[in-house]
């Protein structure tokens, strides 16, 4: 097991179809503690937490029935 720590990246814009949302909350569940403890084994590093809800920050092309300053989960 490694230890958890929060770690700030660089992301490019939001290809055809994907939304960028700026994280508001995550859930750290059951699953992603078993990979913490290397219960279960996944490819490092890894971002937990995709139990999220936060805000529509940037849409990339083709995206349709959201707008930036969304509420989203």
């Given amino acids: 097991s490694l230890p958890m720590k929060i770690e700030e990246v660089d992301l490019d814009p939001p290809q055809a179809n994907e939304v960028l949302v ?3 909350a995550a859930g ?3 699953s992603d503690l078993s990979v913490v403890a290397g219960v ?3 490819p490092l ?3 937990l937490g ?3 809800s936060g805000v529509v920050q940037e849409l990339g092309p083709g995206v349709e029935g959201l707008e930036v300053g969304d ?3």
Avoid: Q
């Fill in 28 to 30: 750290v569940c059951h």
């Fill in 40 to 42: 279960r084994e996944r």
């Fill in 22 to 24: 700026k994280v508001a």
């Fill in 45 to 47: 590093p890894m971002v």
């Fill in 71 to 73: 509420h989203v989960v």
């Fill in 50 to 52: 995709h139990e999220a």
